[in-house]
């Protein structure tokens, strides 16, 4: 069984900053790309970000130079730090990871934690 955990969402003013992590847990062989995503109220769930196992990023246009992902193979975790936060980005944001666990590859998501940028 293989599980994903989120945490550090909160409630954050504008222009403040918040770091998500996510850990993944269980019987787990290996883990390749790990993403952060988002749902808006109302929205579709939106890619915010991925880092390879080798750690390569990408990144949404919309968090470019505000966000930056990592990640630490040693934990099986991965982390989004989140600066000049906007109104906008409140949503639930959850990671998605895919895992090899003992036989196969799929992608395992997690319960998602929430962030609201509001004054």
């Known amino acids: 069984q293989v599980q994903l955990v989120e945490s550090g969402g909160d409630l954050v003013q504008p222009g403040g900053s918040l770091r998500l992590s996510c850990a993944a847990s269980?019987?787990?062989?290996?883990?390749?790309?790990m993403d952060w995503y988002r749902q808006a109220p109302g929205k579709q769930r939106d890619l915010v970000a991925t880092?390879?196992?080798?750690?390569?990023?990408s990144y949404a246009d919309s968090v470019k130079g505000r966000f930056t992902i990592s990640r630490d193979n040693a934990k099986n975790a991965v982390y989004l730090q989140m600066n000049s936060l906007k109104p906008e980005d409140t949503a639930v944001y959850y990671c998605?990871?895919?895992?090899?666990?003992?036989?196969?590859?799929?992608?395992?998501w997690g319960q998602g934690t929430q962030v609201t940028v509001s004054s």
């Open positions: 998605k990871a895919k895992i090899k666990a003992i036989w196969y590859w799929r992608d395992y």
């Open positions: 269980g019987s787990i062989s290996s883990i390749n790309d």
């Open positions: 880092i390879t196992k080798d750690g390569i990023t």
